[in-house]
């Protein structure tokens, strides 16, 4: 099931070939699907590949379809394309030395967030499906049991970032998206300067490995 899902929706092509038209990297992004121990994706230095297990793709629409929705494929789809371009910062950052400033997770996050924001209305969609991922993993969290110590920021903290970057991004679009919960009113009236922070960090970051048809 998870493998015809992927296949359908093209998932691993779709973002493959996104970042192929934006950066050159030295043999390409390489992504592929399969079967693993556990439930995750992630990036791996030795390789140079993204690995995307079934096992994650099948946590995923579990954690997803606790909610009744119509769109719960596009949520899914939303959820797994964050998570590839969160990848793909990670190779990025690797395979071209990027300089960065703060934890390397939450740079990448800043990554995924403007890869999905700049594909338009779609791409906003998957984002606030993406936000609605980390509350829900958070709402599972037992506070006694964080980590703070973990190279992720925790998942209540992923949601509110994401959240604050598509208010900042189109403010009167997602006015919505501040529910004074997740996101609170005082953090939304900075949400235009981060967003136009990462905007412009990663558009600099990236220029010099610009491929030729790409548009920043």
């Given at each position: 099931?998870?493998?015809?899902f992927?296949?359908?929706?093209?998932?691993?092509?779709?973002?493959?070939?996104?970042?192929?038209?934006?950066?050159?990297?030295?043999?390409?992004?390489?992504?592929?699907?399969?079967?693993?121990?556990?439930a995750?994706?992630?990036?791996?230095?030795?390789?140079?590949?993204i690995?995307?297990?079934?096992?994650?793709?099948?946590?995923?629409?579990?954690?997803?379809?606790?909610?009744?929705?119509?769109?719960?494929?596009?949520?899914?789809?939303?959820?797994?394309?964050?998570?590839?371009?969160?990848?793909?910062?990670?190779?990025?950052?690797?395979?071209?030395?990027?300089?960065?400033?703060?934890?390397?997770?939450?740079?990448?996050?800043?990554?995924?967030?403007?890869?999905?924001?700049?594909?338009?209305?779609?791409?906003?969609?998957?984002?606030?499906?993406?936000?609605?991922?980390?509350?829900?993993?958070?709402?599972?969290?037992?506070?006694?049991?964080?980590?703070?110590?973990?190279?992720?920021?925790?998942?209540?903290?992923?949601?509110?970032?994401?959240?604050?970057?598509?208010?900042?991004?189109?403010?009167?679009?997602?006015?919505?998206?501040?529910?004074?919960?997740?996101?609170?009113?005082?953090?939304?009236?900075?949400?235009?300067?981060?967003?136009?922070?990462?905007?412009?960090?990663?558009?600099?970051l990236?220029?010099?490995?610009?491929?030729?048809?790409?548009?920043?």
């Amino acid at each position: 099931m998870e493998a015809e899902f992927l296949r359908e929706r093209r998932v691993l092509e779709e973002v493959r070939r996104s970042l192929a038209e934006q950066v050159r990297l030295p043999g390409g992004v390489r992504m592929t699907a399969r079967s693993c121990k556990d439930a995750e994706a992630e990036y791996d230095p030795e390789t140079g590949q993204i690995v995307v297990c079934y096992e994650f793709v099948a946590e995923t629409r579990e954690l997803l379809g606790g909610e009744v929705r119509s769109d719960l494929d596009e949520r899914v789809e939303g959820a797994l394309r964050e998570t590839l371009y969160h990848e793909g910062a990670h190779a990025l950052i690797d395979k071209w030395e990027l300089p960065f400033v703060g934890r390397e997770e939450d740079v990448a996050d800043q990554f995924a967030a403007h890869q999905l924001i700049r594909q338009g209305a779609r791409g906003q969609r998957h984002l606030a499906a993406v936000a609605d991922t980390y509350r829900l993993y958070a709402a599972d969290d037992d506070p006694s049991d964080i980590d703070f110590s973990d190279e992720h920021s925790p998942d209540a903290a992923r949601a509110a970032n994401y959240r604050c970057w598509l208010y900042g991004a189109r403010p009167k679009i997602h006015e919505r998206l501040v529910d004074g919960t997740i996101l609170t009113r005082d953090r939304s009236e900075g949400c235009e300067e981060e967003w136009e922070a990462l905007r412009r960090g990663w558009e600099h970051l990236l220029k010099p490995h610009r491929a030729r048809s790409g548009t920043s």
